[in-house]
């Protein structure tokens, strides 16, 4: 099946030209990691690699700071991409958030809520190629990098609701910045995805190109980039970012806290995980 999919989109076969879907090449010492660094020159490429659906657990969350950390002064650009063809990434790893205390739950939220804005504050250009289905988390992380260059094939989404959750890292935020009050507040209220070219029309994708060229693309634009004056670029990003995004996420932070304690939260997560319908009872 995933043979198949590949040869319809192009992405392997001879009339693609281009061969097998892109996979990492990790450098020593990342190749058992969740999430794999791979650096050319001065552009890296940080893989999440996670089966089943890259989850962000709290290991994958250590892994992409890890990645992050490593490239401080040594990368200009990286590009964050997935190492599975059939998605980017599929947002949190509920079973994980289930087995969490608060304090541990807290925990990850501030880890990733630290890194994401690092993302966005620090000098190092961030290029999301998001290959496909990105949801919940996944389309959180693709919402804090610079850019999103999204393959046809891609989605996005925050079906949090669906769970009686709520978007806990920073899509109540970004994703009005990027599409505006009215349509975010229509996503995070229904759960209901978009598509590449809707999202590229939002705001939301910065570039939809075929799937087979999504990788090259992203990578050019990395290579492009990293090559810009590095003062200007930090500086750029810098008052960029600057505002009152840092109290809007610490208001979505203490909400989240809250929503995933309730019965509905529990009574959500335990019909997405049993597969049958949630009753909601909002409390």
């Known amino acids: 099946m995933i043979l198949r999919r590949l040869v319809a989109q192009g992405r392997y076969g001879v009339a693609s030209g281009q061969g097998f879907f892109p996979y990492p090449h990790p450098d020593a010492g990342w190749e058992e990691s969740e999430v794999k660094l791979e650096t050319r ?12 659906a890259n989850s962000i657990s709290p290991q994958m969350a250590r892994g992409l700071r890890r990645a992050w950390d490593a490239i401080q002064g040594r990368s200009r650009a990286l590009v964050l991409a997935s190492a599975n063809p059939m998605l980017f990434c599929a947002g949190a790893d509920i079973k994980a958030f289930t087995t969490m205390d608060a304090a541990a739950g807290q925990g990850l939220l501030d880890d990733m809520h630290g890194l994401l804005r690092e993302f966005e504050t620090g000098p190092i250009v961030t290029i999301a190629a998001v290959n496909a289905l990105a949801f919940g988390g996944g389309c959180e992380l693709a919402m804090a990098c610079d ?40 996503m995070n209220l229904t759960g209901d995805p978009i598509s590449s070219y809707e999202a590229y029309e939002l705001g939301l994708a910065t570039r939809v190109v075929p799937d087979h060229e999504l990788f090259d693309t992203a990578l050019g634009w990395a290579r492009r980039l990293a090559a810009q ?7 750029i990003k810098r008052v960029s970012a600057a505002g009152e995004l840092d109290a809007g996420i610490e208001a979505e932070k203490q909400a989240f806290a809250m ?4 019965e509905d939260a529990r009574e959500g997560i335990s019909a997405f995980l049993q597969k049958r319908t949630a009753r909601f009872h909002g409390r």
Do not use: C, H, N, Y
């Not at 806990?168 to 970004?174: A, I, K, S, V, W």
């Not at 929503?259 to 309730?262: A, E, H, K, Y």
């Open 41 to 52: 020159e001065d552009v890296a490429i940080a893989w999440i690699d996670r089966p089943p």
């Open 147 to 186: 850019f999103r260059i999204a393959a046809e094939s891609a989605t996005f989404g925050q079906p949090e609701i669906s769970l009686g959750i709520m978007p806990g890292f920073g899509g109540t935020q970004r994703l009005p910045r990027l599409i505006g009050e009215a349509k975010a507040l229509e």
């Open 259 to 262: 929503v995933f304690g309730s």
């Open 229 to 235: 004056a590095p003062l200007a670029v930090e500086q």
